[in-house]
Protein backbone atom coordinates (compact mmCIF):
# COMPACT_ATOMS: atom_id res chain seq x y z
CA UNK A 1 0.00 0.00 0.00
CA UNK A 2 1.09 3.65 -0.91
CA UNK A 3 -0.41 6.51 1.35
CA UNK A 4 0.29 9.94 -0.07
CA UNK A 5 -0.47 13.15 1.89
CA UNK A 6 -0.93 16.47 -0.42
CA UNK A 7 0.04 19.60 0.90
CA UNK A 8 0.54 23.37 -0.15
CA UNK A 9 -2.83 24.92 -1.86
CA UNK A 10 -3.84 27.78 -0.96
CA UNK A 11 -5.42 31.21 -1.87
CA UNK A 12 -3.75 32.75 -4.18
CA UNK A 13 -4.30 36.12 -7.11
CA UNK A 14 -4.24 35.53 -10.59
CA UNK A 15 -0.75 35.61 -11.75
CA UNK A 16 0.82 34.31 -9.13
CA UNK A 17 2.56 30.79 -8.24
CA UNK A 18 2.27 27.96 -5.65
CA UNK A 19 3.83 24.92 -5.35
CA UNK A 20 2.46 21.49 -4.36
CA UNK A 21 3.89 18.90 -2.77
CA UNK A 22 2.42 14.88 -2.30
CA UNK A 23 4.57 13.04 0.28
CA UNK A 24 4.65 9.39 0.13
CA UNK A 25 4.80 6.89 2.52
CA UNK A 26 4.19 3.12 3.15
CA UNK A 27 6.57 2.33 -0.15
CA UNK A 28 9.14 3.83 -1.74
CA UNK A 29 7.64 5.31 -4.83
CA UNK A 30 10.85 4.80 -7.16
CA UNK A 31 9.17 2.28 -9.48
CA UNK A 32 6.02 4.13 -9.66
CA UNK A 33 5.06 6.79 -12.56
CA UNK A 34 3.00 9.94 -10.55
CA UNK A 35 0.53 12.38 -11.65
CA UNK A 36 -1.88 15.27 -10.35
CA UNK A 37 -5.19 15.36 -11.25
CA UNK A 38 -7.79 18.31 -10.31
CA UNK A 39 -11.20 18.57 -9.94
CA UNK A 40 -13.04 21.90 -9.70
CA UNK A 41 -16.53 21.89 -8.67
CA UNK A 42 -19.29 20.67 -11.09
CA UNK A 43 -16.34 19.18 -12.76
CA UNK A 44 -15.41 15.75 -13.36
CA UNK A 45 -11.80 15.07 -12.82
CA UNK A 46 -9.13 15.67 -14.94
CA UNK A 47 -5.73 15.12 -15.86
CA UNK A 48 -3.12 17.77 -15.06
CA UNK A 49 0.58 16.34 -15.17
CA UNK A 50 2.42 13.20 -15.01
CA UNK A 51 5.95 11.87 -14.70
CA UNK A 52 7.91 8.44 -15.11
CA UNK A 53 9.49 6.70 -12.08
CA UNK A 54 13.03 8.23 -13.18
CA UNK A 55 11.61 11.33 -14.69
CA UNK A 56 12.55 10.25 -18.32
CA UNK A 57 9.19 11.40 -19.03
CA UNK A 58 6.63 14.22 -18.18
CA UNK A 59 3.20 14.53 -20.01
CA UNK A 60 1.10 17.68 -19.30
CA UNK A 61 -2.69 18.87 -19.80
CA UNK A 62 -2.59 21.52 -22.75
CA UNK A 63 -4.19 24.04 -20.18
CA UNK A 64 -1.34 23.90 -17.77
CA UNK A 65 1.68 23.21 -20.81
CA UNK A 66 4.19 26.15 -20.41
CA UNK A 67 2.85 27.11 -16.69
CA UNK A 68 2.78 23.83 -14.12
CA UNK A 69 6.31 21.69 -13.94
CA UNK A 70 6.29 18.38 -12.61
CA UNK A 71 9.07 17.02 -10.72
CA UNK A 72 9.63 14.41 -8.39
CA UNK A 73 12.43 13.39 -5.76
CA UNK A 74 12.78 9.88 -4.62
CA UNK A 75 15.00 10.09 -2.43
CA UNK A 76 12.09 12.22 -0.36
CA UNK A 77 9.64 10.06 -1.61
CA UNK A 78 8.09 13.17 -2.82
CA UNK A 79 6.21 14.67 -6.02
CA UNK A 80 6.07 18.46 -6.64
CA UNK A 81 3.75 20.57 -9.05
CA UNK A 82 4.97 23.86 -9.68
CA UNK A 83 2.23 25.57 -10.60
CA UNK A 84 3.20 29.52 -12.05
CA UNK A 85 0.40 32.15 -13.95
CA UNK A 86 -2.10 31.07 -12.07
CA UNK A 87 -5.72 31.61 -13.63
CA UNK A 88 -8.87 31.52 -11.57
CA UNK A 89 -9.93 28.54 -14.14
CA UNK A 90 -7.29 26.89 -12.26
CA UNK A 91 -8.88 26.75 -8.89
CA UNK A 92 -9.65 23.12 -8.19
CA UNK A 93 -9.01 20.47 -5.46
CA UNK A 94 -5.84 18.58 -6.73
CA UNK A 95 -4.85 15.45 -5.92
CA UNK A 96 -1.62 13.20 -7.08
CA UNK A 97 -1.73 9.88 -7.80
CA UNK A 98 0.65 6.69 -8.53
CA UNK A 99 0.93 4.40 -11.31
CA UNK A 100 2.81 0.44 -10.36
CA UNK A 101 3.57 1.24 -14.52
CA UNK A 102 7.66 2.65 -14.13
CA UNK A 103 7.17 4.04 -17.68
CA UNK A 104 3.93 5.72 -17.16
CA UNK A 105 0.81 4.02 -18.70
CA UNK A 106 -0.28 4.87 -22.01
CA UNK A 107 -3.26 5.74 -20.70
CA UNK A 108 -1.47 8.24 -18.44
CA UNK A 109 -4.36 10.60 -18.76
CA UNK A 110 -6.87 8.24 -17.45
CA UNK A 111 -7.60 8.42 -13.27
CA UNK A 112 -8.40 4.37 -14.02
CA UNK A 113 -4.79 3.59 -14.40
CA UNK A 114 -3.71 4.56 -11.21
CA UNK A 115 -3.38 2.66 -8.20
CA UNK A 116 -3.68 5.20 -5.20
CA UNK A 117 -4.79 8.44 -4.88
CA UNK A 118 -4.18 11.05 -2.06
CA UNK A 119 -7.10 13.11 -0.30
CA UNK A 120 -6.47 16.11 -2.29
CA UNK A 121 -5.20 19.61 -1.61
CA UNK A 122 -7.66 22.84 -2.47
CA UNK A 123 -6.29 25.86 -4.76
CA UNK A 124 -7.98 28.47 -5.16
CA UNK A 125 -7.30 31.59 -7.52
CA UNK A 126 -9.10 34.70 -6.97
CA UNK A 127 -9.10 37.31 -9.98
Known amino acids: QVQLVESGGGLVQAGGSLRLSCVASGRTINSY ?15 VAGISAASTRTYYADSVKGRF ?4 DNAKNTVYLQMNIL ?6 VYSCAAD ?23 VTVSS
Open 33 to 47: AMAWFRQAPGKEREF
Open 69 to 72: TISR
Open 87 to 92: KPEDTA
Open 100 to 122: GNPLLSGAYYSERVYDYWGQGTQ
